[in-house]
């Protein structure tokens, strides 16, 4: 009669680990951080069709990394999580830290209970009223969650792009200025090679916009923001 196989509790979740692990690592990195009226969010990007950064309700941005497949399904889960909320209940109660938390169980319930956990890392971004009312949350494939301040990174070298933003990152940016620290700091990830203003995805989450707070930034716009950037150097 042959043994059972058996494999214990921590090794399975040691090798579910680091088997997402991998997965994430072979994504580029992506970064939000904050400037002087919001939070903006770019990664490189060279898909026109497939969108890392999203929109999920008024004040709310999603980010993704890792298996499209996957990270996608999460975002359309936040807008029918979001859009179900804000109907039963109030918009105002629709905030980034109920959606992180409900993102955090759904992915922690897949890590624990499924053979196969998910090979992506998530941002739940939100624009406060003041500065000091925003908030980014970072859910990883394990379902934990922490909160940052200023800027958060995820994805492959995203140890890199946290070392440049530590020494780099000063408080109340410009948009421009901001969007230019991101493409610098996404740099530091291809041996410092200039990353095509089209090959950049770009969003920001606007204090100042009237109802809905999100805003893609296309490639001319890119440009010209960087353009005017470098001529003031």
């Known amino acids: 009669m042959p043994m059972p196989y058996y494999v214990s509790p921590e090794q399975m979740m040691q090798d579910k680990a680091e ?23 770019a990664a490189e990007n060279p898909s026109s069709s497939l969108s890392k950064i ?19 399904n999460l975002r359309k889960s936040g807008i029918r999580y979001a859009d179900i ?22 992915i922690g319930n897949i ?21 000091d009312k925003n908030s980014m949350y970072h859910i990883l494939f ?12 995820i994805g492959g070298h995203a140890d890199i792009v946290n070392g440049f933003l530590r020494e780099s990152y000063q408080e109340n940016l410009a948009l421009n200025q901001a969007l230019a ?12 090679k200039t990353i095509r203003e089209e090959h ?14 999100f805003r893609r930034i296309f490639c001319p716009e890119i440009k010209d923001r960087l353009i005017e950037v470098a001529s003031l150097l």
Request: aromatic share 10%; proline share 1%; hydrophobic share 35%.
């Open 85 to 106: 909320k804000g109907y039963t209940y109030s918009r105002a109660d629709v905030t980034g830290k109920s959606l992180a938390n409900a993102y955090s169980q759904v």
């Open 54 to 72: 999203s929109e999920i309700y008024d004040c709310l941005s999603f980010a993704g990394v890792g298996k499209y497949s996957e990270f996608e």
């Open 142 to 153: 394990d379902g934990s969650i922490s909160d940052y301040h200023n800027y958060a990174v």
């Open 200 to 213: 950049l995805e770009v969003a920001i989450l606007d204090r100042n916009l009237d109802g809905r707070k």
């Open 19 to 41: 088997y997402a692990r991998k997965g994430i690592a072979k994504g580029k990195s992506l970064v939000a951080l904050e400037y002087a009226d919001g939070i903006i969010l």
């Open 111 to 131: 890590f624990t209970k499924e053979i196969k956990p998910l090979e992506v890392e998530i941002l739940v971004v939100e624009v406060g009223v003041t500065s």
């Open 181 to 192: 620290l991101c493409r610098k700091a996404l740099e530091k990830t291809t041996e410092n």
